[in-house]
């Protein structure tokens, strides 16, 4: 098969509806347009200012101001408190934290410091916040950062 025998599948594709034509195309005299009233005149329909009560596009923008970032990186939070429930010397990884509920699989993990942790664990994260760092690190723990 090459380029040249490519074709729409049947039905997919419709003639261009040729109106003004004479009465025997089927859209001759008023050209499906109807009779008198705004739609029958030139020029109606396409100006951006009136949108049927709608707020005009125009006055609109204003209020559409802003950026979203769409590479933005989203991450599970785990604060320490909740890495005190783990025994003395446990390695936490995304895995563990995963099989224990506490986040979603998908998703880079970020340990921030709330709360109090005194058990030492190895605690291996995408991302440590200066607090949640230097309680792990205070309790004995040790911190590892996971290259994304």
Request: net charge positive; charged share 25%.
């Amino acid at each position: 098969m090459k380029a040249h025998d490519l074709k729409p599948r049947p039905g997919a594709t419709h003639r261009k509806k040729r109106v003004g034509r004479g009465i025997s195309a089927g859209q001759g005299k008023t050209a499906g347009r109807g009779t008198k009233g705004y739609g029958a005149r030139t020029g109606s329909g396409g100006h951006l200012y009136r949108q049927g009560g709608n707020l005009p596009l125009f006055r609109r923008l204003p209020f559409k101001r802003g950026f979203s970032n769409p590479r933005r990186v989203e991450y599970a939070e785990v604060n320490i408190a909740r890495l005190a429930a783990f025994d003395s010397g446990t390695e936490v990884t995304p895995e563990v934290l995963v099989h224990a509920g506490m986040i979603q699989a998908h998703m880079p993990v970020v340990i921030l410091g709330h709360g109090e942790i005194k058990v030492a664990l190895k605690v291996r994260a995408h991302r440590f916040s200066q607090t949640a760092r230097a309680k792990i690190e205070a309790a004995g723990g040790s911190v590892d950062v996971i290259a994304a």
